[in-house]
């Protein structure tokens, strides 16, 4: 195998941002031999100090041992650093031969060792690992924590890797088009006829975002406009409303508000 010119992209396709830090694509101890694995590792770096506070001992390394250590790092925020394309020094001696430093990836996530993992860096962490899996055909079993693979290592802290794989293994699952946002929409409730509930107010103010709300429709309401939008009912009007925006988007006109009719309102 070359050096991995494909990571960053690779990378993207989670949905998180993305740096690349420069020089990434030439950078490693010579090319990557294979890509058997992917190591999950903290960085055990300092508890403040930023996203990524970490990266200079990632990509340079650390007295007695050269860098780079890891091909990404992972900031507290979810933002993936490409860091290098070539092998990395992220785990020796390893107890797998998929996951030692000729045959596997290495992610180095920002965090002290105790402190607790952002959701936003927790779920990036996951995706990573997943579009990781697809890119180099790799089940998700194929995913380590530092701490399975190599008998004195800890990290990644408290992370259940068995909960961390079932994640993985969901997100391959899915398609290569899952991305955060059809999961959001797939998680929202539909909307019918009567209904009551503070997702209807979501569904009012979307229509009326995209001007699909005449102001005939409020004028004569005590209250206007406002109090058109604050409305939590999911009344004959506004099903019409919705119905007059699933013909206008070419979606079949049946007035409920479910996955087809979701994405195109909150424009995702
Ligand atoms: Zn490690």
Redesign the pocket.
């Known amino acids: 195998m070359p050096f991995l010119t494909q990571l960053a992209d690779v990378a993207r396709r989670t949905g998180s941002p993305v740096t690349e830090v420069a020089g990434w694509r030439t950078r490693g101890h010579g090319p990557q031999p294979e890509v058997q694995g992917v190591?999950?590792?903290?960085t055990?770096g300092p508890a403040g100090g930023g996203d990524y506070p970490s990266l200079a001992v990632v990509r340079d390394g650390r007295p007695g041992l050269g860098g780079p250590l890891s091909h990404f790092g992972l900031g507290r925020s979810g933002r993936i650093y490409v860091i290098a394309a070539g092998r990395c020094w992220?785990?020796a001696p390893s107890t797998s031969p998929w996951h030692d430093n000729s045959s596997s990836l290495?992610i180095?996530a920002e965090n002290n060792g105790t402190q607790p993992w952002p959701a936003a860096q927790r779920e990036s962490y996951v995706r990573l690992c997943a579009e990781l899996c697809r890119a180099f055909k790799l089940p998700a079993s194929r995913v380590k924590a530092?701490?399975e693979v190599?008998t004195a290592?800890p990290?990644?802290h408290s992370i259940d890797m068995n909960d961390f794989r079932a994640s993985v293994a969901a997100i391959i699952k899915a398609g290569p088009d899952a991305f955060w946002t059809e999961e959001l929409v797939r998680n929202l409730p539909v909307i019918r006829l009567g209904d009551d509930n503070y997702d209807v107010k979501t569904v009012r103010g979307c229509l009326f975002a995209r001007g699909h709300v005449p102001p005939a429709v409020y004028a004569d309401l005590p209250g206007g406009l406002r109090a058109w939008l604050e409305s939590t009912v999911a009344d004959d009007g506004l099903m019409a409303l919705v119905s007059a925006f699933q013909q206008a988007r070419g979606l079949s006109a049946d007035g409920v508000v479910g996955p087809e009719t979701w994405p195109p309102l909150l424009r995702v």
């Open positions: 190591v999950c590792h903290h055990a992220h785990n290495g180095e530092h701490r190599n290592k990290d990644p």
